[in-house]
């Protein structure tokens, strides 16, 4: 998802930590279908009679905050913001008109809504829960406290609208006059309402200048409340047509719906490679004699010589793994999608990858390793934020028939099984990846090795979908962001690849593979489902989807966090 500069102040520190969170907004259906052009009316006239709701709680706020206000100019700034609510609240009717829809009927409050006005109703009245205000504000300090919370819950609606329009903007052809909602989006990318965004922010910085530590704590904890309240809201915007968001609904559990994500370990669940991370532990447990009591060469070597080893390897694999990739794609780029190209081109990383994984077992490099100390290690491995909670939530959909699979290049299955114990039951994750052998908890140096090439982690990939049950819809979802994730990738019904490889991008390119942004892929299926009537995901498309985190997987999956 793209940046938005918003200043310095408390207003962009806070933006810039939770913004995050607004692809749970962006990949609702409602969203998703506007941006395609196909929301429903209904669905749309439901959205603008809740707006309203959320319009006139806006303006109670700003004026419960310019009586708490205590400076002239403060004061007059936020009544001009609420002039700017109140002046939309009086023209609403002509720009939806405008916009180029009819007048909806009023409509009762949703749960969603009367959350969201009830949390801006007791900000502004100095209600914040964990918060001592006194009942009556007596000294102006006091006031103007409750003035930067209520600036502080209101300030990321403002911002939110303003960063998912210009997201959505930026996917439509500015010629194209048949978009219905276009108008509707322009509005909200427009100069005026990004002035007023800013303002607000600039107000809330102004407003928190003489606040505490403690104080600014608590405007942090309304921000992302409001947040997490926006994404209530448009989650629960009734949708009445198909939809491809969340992925998780549109498998029917009556039918033997079931899904199966596979993903990679490495950097695309860690943010650290787990081969550096059992060298590591290698040279701080260097190991004392081998089980039999003898000594060997390794074990007289000390920990400066086990890490120059070490270095010596990951040089050699850097370098040989760089002259693979130029030999490749030095090849003339394909015209088309090429698989059969793509085939051949990936039997030299197996080769290379097998000679690497030779060259790491005749160094010794990982004997003598405490299979305890490889565990603790795991727990303490750091995960891509957002992976442990997608898949416990996976783990604990009682709604939806899901099996994961992790499979990887990683040496040692039981790094990979206690760095995701904490998501959930160990025995519910199938992890299919190398082992490392060993003798009295002790490895011994060897690697039985199960996974080292592109082809083989299909020929996994493919074995398991063999082993399920024939009948009922499924679905396969898989997730990498290294070259040897490819052939999965693009064998699942829908390949996702994490972060920005460079190398994985260039090779793909090299064989005509495209790689488009999950979030535009997803406005562009969501219009097949009403030009050809169908959302089915083509296997072997060539194409392959791109996201920046696991909150954007989580948000297409299985949509709100909750």
Not at 189 to 210: G, H, K
Not at 218 to 224: M, P, Q, R, S, T
């Amino acid at each position: 998802m793209g940046g938005m500069d918003v200043g310095g102040g408390i207003a962009g520190k806070l933006w810039n930590k939770f913004r995050s969170e607004s692809v749970f907004v962006n990949y609702t259906p409602f969203f998703v279908c506007l941006a395609a052009g196909n929301l429903s009316a209904d669905s749309f006239h439901h959205y603008i009679s809740q707006h309203v709701h959320l319009l006139n709680a806006f303006a109670h706020a700003y004026e419960l905050a310019e009586e708490c206000a205590d400076d002239d100019e403060d004061k007059k700034a936020i009544r001009n913001l609420r002039k700017y609510v109140q002046a939309k609240l009086k023209s609403h009717d002509s720009l939806v008109r405008e916009w180029g829809f009819e007048l909806p009927e009023e409509r009762s409050l949703t749960n969603a809504t009367v959350k969201y006005t009830d949390f801006l109703s007791a900000t502004a009245s100095g209600r914040i829960e964990g918060e001592r205000v006194p009942g009556k504000l007596a000294t102006p300090f006091e006031k103007t406290k409750v003035a930067a919370y209520t600036l502080g819950a209101i300030a990321p609606c403002m911002r939110l609208f303003a960063f998912i329009n210009k997201e959505i903007q930026a996917l439509l052809d500015p010629n194209d006059s048949t978009h219905i909602y276009k108008k509707w989006i322009d509005h909200y990318c427009s100069e005026n309402f990004e002035a007023y965004a800013f303002r607000i922010e600039e107000l809330l910085d102004t407003l928190s200048i003489s606040l505490t530590g403690e104080e600014l704590d608590v405007i942090e904890k309304l921000y992302h409340q409001s947040m997490r309240l926006e994404v209530d809201f448009f989650s629960s915007q009734p949708i009445i047509q198909e939809a491809v968001v969340p992925l998780s609904r549109t498998l029917d559990p009556a039918v033997g719906g079931e899904l199966s994500i596979f993903c990679d370990f490495d950097l695309t669940c860690t943010a650290f490679d787990s081969s550096a991370i059992l060298a590591e532990i290698a040279i701080i447990t260097r190991p004392k004699a081998d089980p039999d009591g003898s000594e060997t060469q390794l074990a007289r070597m000390s920990s400066a010589d086990l890490r120059s080893t070490w270095d010596a390897l990951s040089a050699q694999y850097t370098e040989e793994f760089e002259q693979c990739v130029e030999s490749i794609t030095t090849t003339e780029t394909a015209e088309t999608f090429s698989y059969e190209g793509l085939c051949e081109a990936l039997e030299q990383f197996a080769h290379f990858e097998k000679a690497a994984n030779s060259r790491v077992v005749q160094s010794g490099v990982l004997k003598g390793l405490n299979q305890e100390d490889i565990k603790r290690a795991g727990q303490r491995l750091i995960l891509q934020d957002g992976c442990k909670g997608f898949i416990q939530k996976i783990m604990k959909n009682e709604n939806l028939t899901a099996a994961i699979h992790v499979l990887s290049y990683c040496w040692c299955g039981d790094l990979i099984r206690s760095a995701l114990s904490s998501a959930g039951d160990v025995k519910a994750l199938n992890v299919h990846s190398n082992e490392l052998s060993c003798e009295d908890s002790t490895t011994t140096g060897e690697i039985i090795k199960k996974l080292e090439s592109p082809m083989e982690k299909l020929q996994a990939f493919n074995n398991i979908l063999n082993n399920r049950d024939k009948d009922g819809q499924h679905l396969t979802v898989y997730i990498g962001g290294s070259v040897g994730d490819l052939l999965c990738l693009l064998e699942a019904d829908i390949g996702i690849v994490m972060g920005s490889s460079p190398t994985l991008r260039r090779l793909g390119e090299q064989f005509g593979i495209s790689f488009v942004p999950l979030f535009s892929g997803l406005v562009a299926k969501q219009r097949e489902v009403v030009e050809v009537g169908s959302s089915n995901w083509k296997r072997l498309s060539g194409t392959l989807y791109t996201v920046s985190s696991w909150d954007e997987i989580h948000a297409f999956i299985l949509g709100s966090p909750s």
